[in-house]
């Protein structure tokens, strides 16, 4: 998974509470993004960031912050968690070449 | 075949056939296509990108052609092995507008291959 892990890799919290998940690379990549995977929608992006503390929305960002205050962490924050937030996350890397490598991804149940 | 952003096709095939997969893009502005593999519960996993400027290129049993003209995109897999079991999805990055450099992705295909 090309120096990338997530953790935790499995959750199960509460509808209300605050949840971060947690992006680490050893590949010193500049580009780092939080993806949410759901069956019929495949891959959307939530936020993605461009380098410490540069970071900006991605298509399903409502409901969700980020933080990068280290070229190798980007977290993402579920500030109250929802039902709807029921998924698989997947953070991605890439430098200025353009691919993106994955992580393992986390699955996130909501109840 | 796929298509971005809509239903999940499969593909089923013996061991030892090639397979192809499709894909159409809709973004006539992306300058740069990827092809990712995703075994369950894994990471997608990068195949093989081209970009715009091409319409072929291959890799290590893999090759990726693309069509401008159609805006098409397709996978092509010799001598599918039963590894190469998987969901497979193309991506597609966009090269102009507010959305630069995001990628956007397919659904993807589901490759079945049998013993």
């Known amino acids: 998974d090309a120096g990338i892990t997530q953790s935790p890799r499995h959750k199960v919290t509460e509808t209300g509470t605050p949840v971060t998940l947690r992006c680490h690379q050893t590949e010193n990549h500049r580009y780092m993004y939080w993806y949410r995977q759901d069956p019929g929608h495949g891959l959307r992006l939530i936020h993605y960031?461009?380098?410490?503390?540069?970071?900006d929305k991605g298509e399903v960002s409502d409901g969700y912050s980020v933080s990068r205050s280290k070229t190798e962490d980007f977290l993402l924050t579920l500030e109250s968690a929802t039902s709807s937030q029921t998924s698989v996350y997947f953070c991605a890397i890439s430098d200025e070449r353009y691919e993106q490598y994955f992580g393992p991804g986390t699955r996130l149940t909501v109840t | 075949g796929e298509s971005v952003g809509l239903h999940l096709p499969t593909l089923s095939v013996q061991e030892g056939d090639n397979s192809i997969i499709n894909c159409a893009y809709s973004?006539?502005?992306?300058?740069?296509f990827i092809w990712y593999k995703q075994e369950s519960g894994k990471g997608p996993q990068f195949i093989i990108d081209?970009?715009?400027?091409?319409d072929k290129r291959q890799g290590q049993r893999v090759t990726v052609l693309l069509n401008k003209t159609v805006k098409h995109l397709s996978l092509q897999i010799a001598a599918t092995q039963p590894g190469d079991s998987a969901v497979y999805f193309c991506a597609e990055r966009n090269a102009g507008g507010t959305s630069y450099g995001k990628l956007t992705f397919g659904q993807g295909t589901i490759l079945t291959v049998h013993p």
């Open positions: 081209i970009r715009s400027n091409m």
């Open positions: 973004n006539s502005a992306s300058d740069y």
């Open positions: 960031s461009y380098g410490v503390k540069d970071t």
